[in-house]
């Protein structure tokens, strides 16, 4: 089950923020299992990802920033939203995720979860390419969202940026100057649900595309 965020939302927000998912199902063990302090194998909601096996689990969550998001925009659209594993054997079978020989998973792969958004479910997304960050707040009007490749560092937009890219957020609302995301991998509730992230930091972490779920 997704996480409400515990902002209200204002009479003004167009939509009302999705509910969280993480890339791991108990959002409070986040922060120490990206630091190793506690082994995902041991998160106590593992089963509820669908995965077979607690090590099955552990394996394909650093993986399903895409996944998360993807979720999270399938309950914006009012769509009740697969498991996360079951969702990732889906996209797999699409493409959208690839097990190379070496064992590396490889995703998600923007094409092919475009393709099975518009054949599943008959919501339109687009790619998007190129692209600076002042140029996502008209993405999101009447309701737009906009899956955001970002580098996993966005948790901490205050620090120095490592780099561009390698991570998904789901970016739903702008205001004030900055954008309204959730990070799967927010490390705290914070930086988790609804985080506010000033566009000249977000612009230091983003690597210029990302999905596209038109508005109404």
């Excluded at 996502?136 to 890219?165: D, M, Q, T, Y």
């Excluded at 390698?166 to 959730?182: I, K, N, S, T, Y």
Aim: hydrophobic fraction near 45%; charge should be negative; charged fraction near 20%.
């Amino acid at each position: 089950m997704g996480r409400m965020c515990p902002h209200p939302p204002r009479m003004a927000d167009i939509p009302i923020m999705p509910p969280y998912f993480g890339q791991w199902e108990t959002p409070a063990l986040i922060g120490d299992i990206i630091t190793g302090a506690c082994r995902a194998e041991d998160d106590p909601a593992w089963a509820a990802s669908g995965a077979e096996s607690p090590a099955e689990y552990a394996r394909w969550a650093e993986h399903l920033c895409g996944v998360a998001c993807l979720r999270m925009a399938l309950a914006a659209r009012g769509v009740t939203p697969p498991r996360a594993r079951d969702l990732a054997r889906v996209l797999t079978g699409y493409g959208a995720y690839v097990e190379q020989p070496d064992g590396f998973i490889r995703g998600l792969i923007y094409a092919p979860a475009i393709t099975w958004l518009a054949e599943a479910h008959a919501i339109p997304a687009e790619i998007i390419l190129d692209r600076e960050a002042q140029d996502i707040p008209p993405l999101l009007a009447n309701g737009g969202l906009f899956i955001a490749s970002v580098h996993p560092a966005i948790r901490r937009p205050a620090e120095p940026a490592p780099g561009k890219g390698g991570h998904l957020v789901l970016v739903f609302g702008a205001e004030d100057g900055a954008l309204r995301l959730h990070n799967p991998s927010g490390h705290d509730a914070a930086s988790q649900c609804d985080a506010r992230v000033a566009l000249t930091d977000f612009a230091r972490f983003f690597a210029g595309r990302g999905i596209w779920l038109p508005g109404s």
